[in-house]
């Protein structure tokens, strides 16, 4: 039987959690997650990227690390702490297929 057609090119999910200010770990919504989110999701969009989506995940488990990111088919796990992060993952990694080295984790 021959494989089904991946329903996109690459497939983001954005960790968005949200955990109380005094929990230990953390939570990427705190770091700013919803925003950097917010921010790859509009760049793609005015960029006009064809099959990539872009989606809010709860806790990815990565919460020490976050804001985190793993874009999927390959299951690269990036740390993004501000917009210029973004705009390389999006330039590098969405638009040129290079992972960005220096933001995985």
């Given amino acids: 039987m021959a494989e089904p057609e991946q329903a ?4 983001v999910f954005c960790c968005t959690n949200q955990r109380p200010p005094e929990h230990e770990r953390g ?9 950097l989110r ?9 960029l006009g ?9 709860g806790c ?3 919460c020490e690390d976050g804001p985190a990111i793993v874009i999927y088919p390959e ?3 990036y740390r993004a702490e501000n917009k210029d992060d973004i705009e390389e993952i999006i330039s590098r990694h ?3 297929g290079e992972p960005v080295a220096r933001l995985r984790i």
Avoid: F, P, T
Avoid at 27 to 35: E, F, P, Y
């Fill in 8 to 11: 996109y090119r690459y497939h």
């Fill in 27 to 35: 939570s990427c919504q705190a770091r700013g997650g919803v925003g």
């Fill in 94 to 96: 969405l638009q040129g």
């Fill in 60 to 62: 990815l488990d990565r």
């Fill in 75 to 77: 299951g690269v796990w």
């Fill in 49 to 57: 990227l064809e099959g990539v989506r872009i989606n809010a995940a």
């Fill in 38 to 46: 917010n921010h790859m999701k509009d760049r793609v969009k005015e």
